[in-house]
C-alpha cells in the first residue's frame, strides 16, 4: 500500500523520538493512504514553518508478515471502539498502548471539538456516534515502535525491501526446517546479529540473496538443516 506523510520537510529517516505524544492513536510516526490529506497538512504545517509544505511517499507492506511481525490494531469506522481508544491515547496521564501499528479514521478538528463536548457530557455517545455516520472518509496509520518502522519504506529506496525480499522466506525456511512456530522464528531472526547487520546498508548484506542470509543466520545459532 502505498502511503503518504506531509510536513514541513521530506522525511529522510524516520525519528520516533521526536513523534508527538497523546495523539488519536498515540506517540508515532504518521501516514495516510489518501494523498490529498497530506498535502493538506503539508501546507497547513508548512506555512508554520514558513516553508512549502512537501509529502513523502512510502510503501507499508501489509502483508501476512506483518501481522506476524507486529501487533497491529485495525478500526474500520468511526465506532464505539475506536472513541473509546482515541478518548485513552489523548489523555495525558495513561499509558501508551502495546500495539506496534495502529490504523483507522482520523479525528480532525472538528472531530475532536465534539469530543471535547462528549467528554464535557453535552452530548452522549450513542448521538455522537450516529454524528460519525455521517463524517466523511478519512484515513491514518501510526508506527509506534522501531519494530514497526521495519515494515514502511520509502518509494524511492525500493533497493532495500527487507521484509518482501529477506525477511519473509528466511522466516518462512525456519518454520519448516526447524518446526518451529511463525511467532518464535520470526522473534530469532529479528533479534539475530545477522538481523542488525542486514538492517545497516552500510554492511551491504542486504544486496545478497535470501538463502545467502539464511546461511549465516544458521551459523549464528548454531543450527543444521
Given at each position: 500500500m502505498n502511503v503518504y506523510h506531509g510536513s514541513f520537510t521530506v522525511i529522510e529517516e524516520i525519528?520516533?523520538?521526536?513523534?508527538?505524544?497523546?495523539?488519536?492513536?498515540?506517540?508515532?510516526?504518521?501516514?495516510?493512504?489518501?494523498?490529498q490529506h497530506a498535502e493538506s497538512w503539508a501546507n497547513i504545517i508548512g506555512r508554520k514553518h514558513k516553508t512549502k509544505g512537501v509529502v513523502t511517499e512510502f510503501i507499508f507492506y501489509d502483508t501476512e508478515f506483518t501481522e506476524r511481525l507486529c501487533r497491529v490494531k485495525h478500526f474500520d469506522d468511526y465506532d464505539e471502539a475506536w472513541l473509546d481508544f482515541v478518548v485513552e491515547n489523548r489523555n495525558p496521564f495513561s499509558k501508551m498502548h502495546e500495539y506496534d501499528i495502529v490504523e483507522g479514521p482520523?479525528?480532525?478538528?472538528k472531530v475532536?471539538?465534539?469530543?471535547?463536548?462528549?467528554?464535557?457530557?453535552?452530548?452522549?455517545?450513542?448521538?455522537?456516534?450516529?454524528?460519525?455516520?455521517?463524517?466523511?472518509?478519512?484515513?491514518?496509520?501510526?508506527?509506534?515502535?522501531?519494530?514497526?518502522?521495519?515494515?514502511?519504506?520509502?518509494?524511492?529506496?525500493?533497493?532495500f525491501s527487507l521484509l518482501s525480499r529477506i525477511g519473509e522466506p528466511i522466516v518462512e525456511r525456519l518454520v519448516t526446517d526447524f518446526n518451529l512456530d511463525e511467532q518464535t522464528a520470526t522473534d530469532k531472526f529479528f533479534t539475530s546479529n545477522v538481523f542488525a547487520e542486514l538492517d545497516d546498508k552500510k554492511s551491504n548484506l542486504y544486496k545478497k540473496d535470501w538463502t545467502e542470509v539464511y546461511k549465516l543466520l544458521l551459523d549464528e545459532l548454531k543450527l543444521q538443516t
Open positions: 525519528d520516533l523520538s521526536k513523534a508527538i505524544p497523546n495523539k488519536d492513536f498515540g506517540k508515532g510516526f504518521y501516514v495516510t493512504k489518501f494523498r482520523v479525528a480532525n478538528d475532536q471539538n465534539r469530543i471535547g463536548n462528549y467528554l464535557d457530557g453535552l452530548i452522549s455517545k450513542s448521538d455522537f456516534l450516529e454524528e460519525l455516520k455521517w463524517h466523511e472518509n478519512t484515513h491514518q496509520i501510526c508506527f509506534c515502535t522501531l519494530k514497526s518502522l521495519l515494515t514502511l519504506q520509502r518509494t524511492d529506496r525500493k533497493q
